[in-house]
Nanobody, 125 residues
């Protein structure tokens, strides 16, 4: 099955930056698409960004486009989310997930089979 562990969350002021990491263990995820999702208090989990197996194509939610960058290093079995120009509305628990498909198309959420526990990002105004 494998395991995903997020890190890099914390408290940052509005306008600041954070870099989240998602480290995989137990198996390789280099052949599969991966993504980031977030869940704010009292809200449903929402899509943030996704990346295909080789990093060739990336997808972003409109709310983070131009501010966040998703990337991966398959040699390190790790995925990243660089978050710049953070806003208070970005406050949430951020989860990474791995798909059973190489591509993040179609109903991507339904293809996800491994999830991390999440890391908390708090953006103060």
């Amino acid at each position: 099955q494998g395991q995903l562990v997020e890190s890099g969350g914390g408290l940052v002021q509005a306008g600041g930056s954070l870099r989240l990491s998602c480290a995989a263990s137990g198996r390789t995820f280099s052949n599969y698409a991966m993504g980031w999702f977030r869940q704010a208090p009292g809200k449903e989990r929402e899509f943030v960004a996704a990346i295909t197996w080789n990093g060739g194509t990336t997808y972003y939610a409109d709310s983070v486009k131009g501010r966040f960058t998703i990337s991966r290093d398959n040699a390190k079995n790790t995925m990243y989310l660089q978050m710049n120009s953070l806003k208070p509305e970005d406050t949430a628990v951020y989860h990474c997930a791995a798909s059973r498909s190489p591509y993040a198309t179609g109903d991507f959420y339904r293809t996800l089979e491994v999830w991390g526990q999440g890391t908390l990002v708090t953006v103060s105004s």
